[in-house]
């Protein structure tokens, strides 16, 4: 599977942004899907994740009640929308694909990341 994110950018403090990630080739071996972000000088981090239904959704505490994830499986799309940024969200912002189908933060495959700049 390969995964292309985008939607990134520079944001003042408050605003918002939507990520997109499309995936291509063995679409039909995707069970859950995912965004991941890394910040400069810090490990990778899960922020949201979702199953293959879209059902059931799962957040990092610290994005919870301000970012959103969504899937659309008929155009093989993972969104992720993002209100009420904060300086501290800023990062490179991974999307993933697993072939799990439940909630989890195993994946297999990853996209190339996009830059989220927050100012204050």
């Known amino acids: 599977v390969q995964l292309q994110a985008s939607g990134g950018g520079l944001v003042q403090a408050g605003g918002s942004l939507r990520l997109s990630c499309v995936a291509s080739?063995?679409?039909?071996?995707?069970?859950?899907m995912g965004w991941f972000r890394q910040a400069p000088g810090k490990e990778r981090e899960f922020a949201a994740g979702?199953?293959?239904?879209?059902?059931?959704?799962d957040y990092a505490d610290s994005v919870k009640g301000r970012f959103t994830i969504s899937r659309d499986n008929a155009k093989n799309m993972v969104y992720l929308q993002m209100n009420s940024l904060k300086p501290e969200d800023t990062a490179v912002y991974y999307c993933?694909?697993?072939?799990?189908?439940?909630?989890?933060?195993?994946?297999?495959?990853w996209g190339q990341g996009t830059q989220v700049t927050v100012s204050s």
């Open positions: 993933a694909s697993g072939r799990s189908y439940g909630l989890g933060k195993l994946f297999d495959d």
């Open positions: 080739g063995r679409t039909n071996s995707i069970g859950r």
């Open positions: 979702i199953t293959w239904s879209g059902s059931s959704t």
